[in-house]
């Protein structure tokens, strides 16, 4: 089974809107980065967390890392046909084996 | 600052031939790590190299090697090319090795088509 779970998996929002996307593990996590990829091109680092609790933001974007550390969110207000791509959440695990393994991405439409 | 480099973007190869993708990292980065992107599976691990070492390495097939240069240039390998191999594959550099909690910035990918 996939370790990390993105859900929606995709998602058609309109303009103007708030969303939120989330990312699961069912383990707990040492680090979650946040990406975003315009098909068929490279990934985007959006932002990392490593702290239970944390949260940050650019421009628009808001990501939160929960207590646990086994779930992010990722938030976007207000919407732009620019935020249309594939998000990825990539983690890195407590085992520290030393690779980061990716969950298998939202599809992000935005409508005019 | 450059970012991080991958050559050739684009390659058709027929079956049974072998490729060679090459990245470049991000100056200074001594960590370089290779994903396969296809549509079934999303992004895989392939290997990790740090300072010359290969210090990780996922579940691929012997096939699939890669290098690490003193310059921390990195070149992957994939011998006797199969239809499955047809993805994208993305490098990924990082200031230190995995886990530190660097950042870990991506290159536009190299797309392999295997006909």
């Known amino acids: 089974s996939q370790e990390l779970e993105q859900s929606p998996q995709s998602l058609i929002v309109q303009e103007g809107k708030n969303l939120t996307i989330n990312c699961t593990s069912s383990?707990?996590?040492?680090?979650l980065y946040w990406y975003k990829q315009k098909y068929g091109e490279g990934l985007i680092f959006l932002m990392m967390l490593q702290k239970g609790g944390e949260e940050k933001s650019h421009e628009k974007i808001t990501a939160k890392l929960d207590e646990k550390k086994q779930q992010s969110s990722l938030h976007i207000t207000a919407s732009q046909p620019s935020h249309a791509g594939i998000y990825l959440c990539g983690a890195e695990r407590m085992n520290r084996d030393d690779k980061i393994i990716f969950g298998k991405g939202t599809r992000l439409h935005i409508l005019p | 600052k450059a970012g991080v480099t991958q050559t050739p973007r684009y390659l058709i190869k027929t079956r049974g031939q072998q490729v060679t993708l090459s990245c470049s990292p991000i100056s200074g980065h001594r960590s370089v790590s290779w994903y396969q992107q296809t549509p079934g599976q999303g992004l895989q691990f392939l290997f990790e190299?740090?300072?010359?070492?290969?210090?990780n390495k996922g579940n691929f097939p012997g096939r699939f090697s890669g290098r690490q240069f003193s310059n921390s240039r990195s070149e992957m390998n994939v011998s006797t090319l199969e239809l499955g191999d047809s993805a994208l594959y993305l490098c990924?550099?990082?200031?230190?090795?995995?886990?530190?909690?660097?950042?870990?910035?991506f290159g536009e990918g190299s797309w392999l088509t295997v006909v």
């Open positions: 383990k707990t996590l040492y680090g």
């Open positions: 990924a550099s990082s200031l230190g090795g995995i886990p530190s909690g660097n950042t870990i910035y």
């Open positions: 190299y740090f300072s010359e070492t290969q210090r």
